[in-house]
């Protein structure tokens, strides 16, 4: 589903990620751990366009999307979200879901102002898919309020419902859990594995380790810029390096 | 949505009765210049409050409207009704072309490139005066005319006028309240998670920027037609700035706002000259009390305001 091959990143004279390369596989839920500094972020990144890597490749479906910007990996069904998640806060909640609904629709400026009747039953459309994933998520009942005026777990929740509008095959999450209390936490857990059962591949950054070995089927381990292990969560747990690795860091 | 064009409904209805309201007079002439300010400021608030890109060289576009259509109405007699669109889109292609490098910019280096913009095109009205007559003007620009009826009078230009601002101001918030205009206010809320849901936030800005310049140059070659003369400077720096100021002190991403804010800086001035001598100064500081006291502008600030006074009333502000 997902390659990346070689990615390397420097930053001035840091760097960030050395030559790491993993696959990752259709209808899996990957965690990507490490102590703080080991380059998740950066690598999230580069696979959602919005840094150039100094070297390495990345694959989507085994088509080379090296450099390709975020808007074509999202016609190519590939979603992130953010770990200080990013609404749309001027916007209502349901707008900010119709916003991800932006590639499934095609009207242009012209026929969006003179309301053309096929912009007129797209808009329709575009309405019930996100009400649709209001739905999902769970947050129906907050789709007229302001995204800015939203709690950070709802808020949390709109972004995911925000990017399933895409209908992603492929969907990236930057710490998904971060500022989630536990009950929350447990929630995002079963929406996860729901996203999963659905055919979407999961690929999350995650601090929390009881979420990462409750919800996912492998996990790659970032060290220094470096990949450290990869394998399933009992695999990872029981890695002599991993445990080196966490009880070098104090964090 | 409903409630945008209810709202609209109603004001098209006020715009329609205004001149027996207001028995003709010489009030007509200056709602022209409402009309004309108030298409002037929407454009401008399309890029400003929906895609979040300023613009200081709005008074270019809209000179490059009226001066592409007077000269092609005086000095090669081609219709006046045929010179409108071929400036609108010669204006659309210029800013189109040159959207695409300046908007890869932002903040102030957004800024200070309009600004250049818009001072090279009044440097260029200015300075090709065999064309347009330079800094003396272009006179002798004839008026529209449909059907054998001449927009001559301030009553039929008025009518003229707000039927194009009327226009605009539908279109407008179609056009907001819509697939384009949720991604243009999601580019401005954050470029970066638009970018990810598959806007291209790129082509986005260009589209609009060149949509609000033609929009601009529409209502230069109406400015033209009804005025029937044009000069350098009316177009200059310090009508994009009090454009911008129309924008702002009306309301950011309000269509309603727009025509508030272009009312009031028109009014304005009028209703002050029976203060000559202080009018500058009162105007300058109505508008800072404003920006103070109304940080969302008048269409959000009036309602407010009014629920202060009145009590607690529900009700929302936006429109
Ligand atoms: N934009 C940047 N410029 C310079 N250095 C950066 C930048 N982004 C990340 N780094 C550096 O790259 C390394 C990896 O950071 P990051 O990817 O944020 O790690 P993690 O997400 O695992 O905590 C750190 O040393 C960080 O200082």
């Avoid at chain 2, 200015?126 to 800094?135: F, K």
């Avoid at chain 2, 009390?289 to 929302?316: D, E, H, N, S, W």
Wanted: glycine letters at 10%; aromatic letters at 8%.
């Amino acid at each position: 589903m997902l390659e990346v091959s070689g990615i390397t990143q420097i930053f001035g004279g840091v760097t960030a990620l050395d030559s790491v390369s993993f696959k990752i596989a259709k209808g899996d839920i990957t965690g990507v751990i490490g102590p703080n500094g080991a380059g998740k972020t950066t690598l999230f990144n580069i696979i959602s366009g919005i840094y150039h890597q100094t070297a390495g490749t990345v694959y989507l479906e085994g088509k080379d999307v090296t450099g390709f910007p975020p808007e074509r990996l999202a016609r190519l069904s590939m979603v992130r979200t953010f770990q200080n998640i990013e609404l749309f806060g001027g916007m209502t909640v349901l707008e900010n879901v119709m916003v991800g609904m932006h590639t499934k629709s095609t009207s242009g400026l012209l026929a969006c102002s003179f309301k053309a009747p096929w912009s007129i039953s797209e808009e329709r459309r575009i309405r019930q898919g996100a009400l649709k994933w209001l739905d999902f998520t769970g947050i129906t009942d907050l789709a007229d309020q302001k995204a800015g005026n939203l709690p950070f777990g709802k808020g949390r929740l709109l972004e995911i419902a925000r990017a399933l509008a895409v209908e992603p095959r492929i969907i990236l999450m930057d710490e998904p859990a971060a500022g989630l209390n536990s009950q929350e936490t447990l929630a995002l857990a079963a929406l996860i594995k729901r996203i999963r059962d659905m055919d979407i591949t999961v690929v999350l950054v995650e601090h929390d380790m009881e979420l990462v070995m409750d919800i996912c089927d492998r996990i790659v381990v970032l060290n220094l810029g470096k990949k450290l292990a990869e394998g399933t969560p009992q695999q990872i747990q029981e890695s002599p390096e991993v445990i080196a690795a966490y009880l070098g860091d104090d964090d | 949505m409903k409630k945008d064009l209810l709202l609209f409904s109603a004001f098209a209805l006020l715009v329609a009765a205004a001149p027996q309201l207001f028995k003709g007079g010489y009030l007509m002439n200056v709602l022209v210049f409402v009309g004309i300010n108030t298409m002037l400021a929407v454009a401008l608030n399309l890029l400003l409050g929906y895609a979040g890109q300023i613009s200081l060289g709005h008074a270019g576009f809209f000179g490059l409207g009226a001066y592409l259509s007077g000269i092609m109405t005086t000095t090669y007699s081609i219709d006046p009704w045929l010179a409108m669109p071929i400036a609108a889109i010669v204006v659309g292609i210029i800013a189109c072309l040159i959207g695409f490098p300046v908007l890869k910019l932002k903040g102030h280096y957004l800024a200070m490139a309009t600004l250049g913009l818009g001072i090279i095109i009044f440097i260029v009205f200015n300075e090709t005066v065999d064309l347009t007559g330079g800094p003396s003007g272009l006179s002798g620009i004839p008026n529209l005319k449909i059907a054998g009826v001449t927009f001559d009078s301030d009553v039929k230009n008025y009518y003229l006028i707000w039927f194009f601002t009327l226009a605009v101001m539908l279109f407008s918030l179609n056009l907001a309240n819509s697939r384009v205009g949720r991604a243009l206010r999601a580019v401005h809320d954050s470029e970066i998670a638009a970018q990810v849901l598959g806007v291209n936030a790129r082509i986005l800005k260009v589209q609009v920027f060149t949509l609000s310049a033609i929009i601009s140059s529409i209502a230069g070659s109406l400015y033209a037609h009804t005025m029937t003369f044009i000069s350098p400077a009316s177009f200059g720096f310090n009508f994009s700035i009090e454009l911008l100021t129309m924008v702002v002190i009306g309301g950011l991403g309000s269509i309603f706002g727009s025509f508030l804010g272009a009312a009031l800086l028109t009014l304005l001035p009028e209703f002050l000259r029976a203060v000559n001598d202080y009018d500058i100064i009162i105007y300058g500081a109505l508008l800072m009390v404003m920006v103070m006291f109304m940080p969302g502008g008048l269409v959000r600030g009036i309602p407010a305001l009014y629920r202060k006074i009145f009590g607690q009333r529900k009700g929302t502000g936006n429109a």
